[in-house]
């Protein structure tokens, strides 16, 4: 993936987590609640880097969010009517404060064996002036 930031932007980068929805992937936000600790305790490997260097610690960086409402467009990935639901997510955030202006590449990985699921992410960031 691609993008451009305007100089002195912050980025929010999530190298393993879950998002689950009350209605969409579980019937209520306790189940909710359950299924997102039980995928983000599975995780036993993550990690990311900027331009190639590890970020260090990146398993220090592990939050919860409380209930909140997310807002699914008509055209959502998990194929739900559109509309507001209550929501949780949970995992391992990083905010990047601003990069040098130029091309940057992020990447991000997690991988929970027990339950045979990696994946890796690979962002290419354009940092412009102008911000």
Known sequence: MRCTVPAGSPILVT?????EIQGVTADTIAAAEQNLHAFV???????????GRPVPNVQNFLLFSPTFTLTLP????YGAPPGDYP??????F???YPLSAGRHTITAFDAAPSLDFQASYTYHID????G
């Open 15 to 19: 190298p393993g987590g879950d998002l």
């Open 41 to 51: 305790s599975a995780i036993t490997e993550v990690g990311a880097t900027i331009d």
């Open 74 to 77: 008509s055209d959502n990935l």
């Open 87 to 92: 929501a949780v997510t949970g995992g391992y």
């Open 94 to 96: 990083l905010i990047l």
């Open 127 to 130: 940092v412009v002036p102008g």
